[in-house]
């Protein structure tokens, strides 16, 4: 375990994260040391000096925790150890070691909503019976109807049917997931005890931050009877916005954040403060709740990444996000992909209004995705989202320019999305293929061996050897961006420029930088001052369409 007289050496900034490059990793799909088709933390820590290399100040460790992956990871066996596959404690203790000696700060996610149906108390509560301690961990009641065979109310699962699934002795338990991962009972003082040891286990070993999973989620409204939504079919935002803010049966209550201040005094009383960011569903200002500096300090901003490639639509989302965050006392989050949505360079080119699901359904055809036009796109938004102020996440393989792989077969599908729905939704697989390191080899240098989804033999020009070192490719522009943010980073403040041209975002930064954005479908003139980086060639001087410029003063 490491030494906590020498936790400070890998910050000694308490405010870092403000503005922050972080890297997520998927562990079963970033490298596999030991050619078993499954990424681990030992291929994890091999592949460090990437992200060292490609100038990121943190990498997120997505879950390593023992799982039967019942939902790619985050159904949590013991939230205190290790998957046997992926590796050990100490695996992951050289882990952080070798991060912190590149300069890397190490994030994790902790799921604290729900366990996995094997997680030791799930298991004793199945045995315990009706009314017992046990069961109190967790979300059981009686069901409705003569003989308790309907469901104790109408709440649906993300994941498609009921949120709830009835044992053998008659009882129905909560899982707004899948049913392997039944919800936690955050009233009992027992949860809210562990997952304090929990917080200090893995700050005690180092971690520099905690990711948090649906973290709008844990407080429930549990008082009887169970009160119906009465309109199941409305999605989560949807439901949200349907009742008065903090009033739903079990998404953003209010009294959830008391427990995020319990956790604020545990993360603060480490040197540095241990970070924490919210993924929490809700709307800009109750996001703002979470991301207070009693809380948890940050909060994902999905209105930026869940916008359409449009310069006015993307201005606003930008001017309402700075000021959610300025108001917390927070800064900005920015992202455009991660583990669970479509990857933004096939996102961004597909028409306005695309229906997601379908798309993938059709294994990516309907409609057709030019990919070099989606790149050429999903660089411009890279180069634009990392010019804004506040912190950037960035999702392994974006820096290649991968693309979603949207024709994955059928019976190769891991995610639970596609069995829970009938085979109505596809899933998120599609952007958790295995990276490509190398342009050849039985998994492109992900590992010795296969990987554990197919990737498709396109993969070989997206690699990191295909890349490294050649002159505009995607790799190097990442490379080159990061490097230069990180000297022209002054503030947290952002200007407008009132006369920019229909479709072009244009604004100016602390240190007399600017960003121009040409969203447009036609060049535009390139205002004065030295070019320092482009994510597209100039055309005859002009910013072309789909490409955004960083300007010196």
Known sequence: ????????????????????????????????????????????????????????????????????????????????????????????????????????????????????????????????????????????????????????SDWQSVFGGSAWKRVPDGQWYLHLFAPEQPDLNWENQEVRADYRTTLRFWSDRGVDGFRIDVAHALVKDLSEPLRDLGRPELSREEALTALPPGTHPFYDRDDVHEIYRDWRKILDAYRPPRMAVAEAWVPGARRALYARPDELGQAFNFEYLQAGWDAEELRQVITDSLATARAAGASATWVLSNHDVVRHA????????????????????????????????????????????????????????????????????????????????????????????????????????????????????????????????????????????????????LTWVADAPDGVLRFDRSGGWRCVANLSGAAVELPAGEVLLSSAPLEDGRVGPDTTVWLGR
């Not at 990392?386 to 019976?411: K, M, N």
Request: charge should be negative.
């Open 346 to 493: 096939s996102r961004l080119t597909l028409p306005p209004g695309t229906d997601l699901n379908a798309w993938l359904l059709s294994g990516g055809h309907a409609p057709a995705v030019d990919e070099a036009a989606g790149l050429r796109r999903a660089r411009a938004a890279t180069l634009l989202m990392l010019a804004l102020p506040g912190s950037a996440y960035l999702y392994q393989g974006e820096e290649l320019g991968l693309p979603e792989v949207a024709d994955l077969p059928t019976e190769v599908l891991q995610d639970p999305i596609w069995e829970q729905t009938g085979h109505v939704r596809k899933g998120r697989d599609g952007c958790r293929v295995p990276l490509p390191w190398t342009t050849s080899g039985p998994s492109y240098g992900f590992g010795p061996g296969g990987a554990w989804l197919p990737q498709p033999p396109g993969f070989a020009a997206y690699a990191v050897e295909a890349q490294d070192g050649v002159e505009g490719s995607t790799l190097e522009l990442y490379r080159s961006a990061l490097r230069l943010r990180r000297k022209l980073l002054d503030g947290e403040e």
């Open 1 to 152: 375990m490491t030494d906590r007289s020498t936790l400070d050496l890998s910050s000694r900034d308490p405010d870092w994260w403000r503005q922050a490059v972080v890297y997520q990793i998927y562990p079963r799909s970033f490298a596999d040391a030991d050619g078993d088709g499954l990424g681990d933390l030992r291929g994890v820590t091999r592949r460090l000096t990437h992200l060292a290399g490609l100038g990121v100040d943190a990498l997120w460790l997505s879950p390593f925790y023992p799982s039967e992956l019942a939902d790619g990871g985050y159904d949590v066996a013991d939230p205190r150890g290790v998957d046997p596959r992926l590796g050990t404690l100490d695996d992951f203790d050289d882990l952080v070691a070798e991060a912190h000696r590149l300069g890397l700060k190490v994030i994790v996610d902790i799921v604290p909503n729900h366990s996995s149906h094997r997680h030791a108390w799930f298991q004793e509560a199945l045995y315990a019976g009706p009314g017992s301690a046990a069961r109190d961990r967790y979300v059981f009641r009686d069901g409705r109807g003569e003989h308790g065979e309907l469901p104790p």
